[in-house]
């Protein structure tokens, strides 16, 4: 089992909730940095995600690509299904961003100067 899928909470759901927005404001000052905070950790999660999901089917990958061939595997059904079911990664993201578990900084230097 991949370390985040360890680090899931089995409380989170896969239901979108209203946030309060003031809240997410408060961690940074300004709520499109949040915002932008959660998107940026939502896509490292979604290609973390994607990644694992195709190393594992990679071993029922077949060398042939004829149709006749193609036969259900049921690990490989199940694999795929346990990752339909887990929560969104927007979801997990601010539910990192929520519990502070997610570092961030802030770039002080201007480019334009």
Partial sequence: MSKLRR???PNTTNVVETRN????????GNLY??????????????????EELHN???????STDNLEEVHENK?????SKAYERMPNPA???TQEFIDSK????KNDTDLFR
């Fill in 56 to 62: 594992k089917l990679e071993e029922f990958a077949t």
């Fill in 102 to 105: 997610i570092y961030y900084r």
């Fill in 75 to 79: 690990e490989q059904i199940e694999i």
């Fill in 33 to 50: 940095e949040s915002i932008s905070i959660i998107g940026r950790r939502a896509n490292q999660i979604n290609v973390t995600l994607k």
């Fill in 7 to 9: 680090q899931i909470n």
């Fill in 21 to 28: 927005l003031a809240s997410l404001k408060a961690v940074t």
């Fill in 91 to 93: 979801i997990l993201a």
